[in-house]
């Protein structure tokens, strides 16, 4: 696929999606750097990658933090030189009417989910120019295209994600450094228990879903997986519905 051998940063890897690209990435010989809070879930996942041959480390980061961003950049660039594909995972959610959020909780979201995505590409994007490859996968979400009602600043969030992610692609283009957005339908992780686990929550979410199921977290590892292949070279400044056909309709 051409990628092995590549170093891939991978933010919120402790579990959920970001666990699963990171399982599907071990493989295919990739460097994996393994980025998120929870040191113990992380370093479960980092044994689990090696135990599937890949080599792989854990940096402990609140991704919303800007200096701790910039010492991730130091660490990472020290452990295994500069980074081939970044992947910025790690989102919150926190479901609320507009009128009830305190500017805390907004910012937290925005902060998390945004501009976070900006903090890590403005550390790591210098080191990737100039090496003829890279790649900056965004996980946004069907949210970021219709909405939920208690999702303003998820949603806020999302939606910018994904023009970030088409202006990024401009600015990257000639380097041959691919920017795409993920946007996720209703996939079963941590994230979405609380949907999950309440019968008119779940049925509201499934009444939507026209394949009337839940998405496996495996299936968005293979995409990301693709996505840094050489094949999807082509592939840049968009956004990637992955959904049951959600927003078909
Ligand atoms: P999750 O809650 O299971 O995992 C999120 C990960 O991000 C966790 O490892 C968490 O510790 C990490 N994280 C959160 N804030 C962080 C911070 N400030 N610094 C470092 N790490 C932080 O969620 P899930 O479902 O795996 O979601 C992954 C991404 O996919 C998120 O961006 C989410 O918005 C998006 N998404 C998920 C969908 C789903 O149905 N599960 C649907 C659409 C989008």
Request: hydrophobic share 45%; charged share 15%; glycine share 10%.
């Given at each position: 696929m051409g990628i092995s051998g590549r170093?891939?940063?991978?933010?919120?890897?402790?579990?959920?999606?970001?666990?699963?690209?990171?399982?599907?990435?071990?493989p295919a010989g990739v460097k994996?750097?393994?980025?998120?809070?929870?040191?113990?879930?992380l370093s479960d996942v980092a044994g689990q990658a090696r135990q599937l041959g890949a080599e792989a480390e854990v940096f402990r980061c609140d991704i919303a933090n800007e200096a701790q961003v910039r010492q991730l950049e130091k660490d990472v660039l020290a452990k295994?030189?500069?980074?081939?594909?970044?992947?910025?995972?790690a989102g919150i959610n926190i479901r609320k009417?507009?009128?009830?959020?305190?500017?805390?909780?907004?910012?937290?979201?925005?902060?998390?989910?945004?501009?976070s995505v900006f903090l890590m590409c403005r550390s790591f994007i210098p080191h990737m120019l100039g090496r003829g490859y890279g790649r900056i996968i965004n996980i946004a979400s069907i949210m970021g295209h219709i909405s939920f009602p208690q999702r303003t600043p998820y949603s806020a969030s999302k939606a910018g994600l994904?023009?970030?992610t088409k202006s990024l692609a401009l600015e990257l283009a000639q380097e041959n450094i691919t920017v795409v957005a993920i946007s996720p339908g209703p996939f079963a992780?941590?994230?979405?228990?609380?949907?999950m686990n309440d019968p008119e929550k779940n049925e509201q979410f499934m009444s939507r879903t026209p394949q009337r199921r839940w998405g496996d977290p495996r299936d968005i590892g293979k995409l990301a997986l693709y996505?840094?292949?050489d094949d999807a070279s082509f592939i840049?400044?968009?956004?990637?519905?992955?959904?049951?056909?959600?927003?078909?309709q």
């Open positions: 170093v891939a940063l991978i933010t919120g890897a402790s579990r959920g999606l970001g666990k699963a690209m990171t399982l599907a990435m071990a994996l750097a393994l980025t998120g809070r929870d040191m113990e879930a295994f030189g500069p980074a081939d594909i970044l992947i910025n995972n009417l507009c009128v009830d959020y305190t500017l805390d909780e907004w910012n937290s979201i925005i902060q998390t989910n945004l501009t994904i023009g970030f992780t941590e994230m979405t228990v609380p949907i996505l840094c292949s840049t400044g968009t956004d990637i519905l992955i959904d049951g056909g959600w927003c078909a």
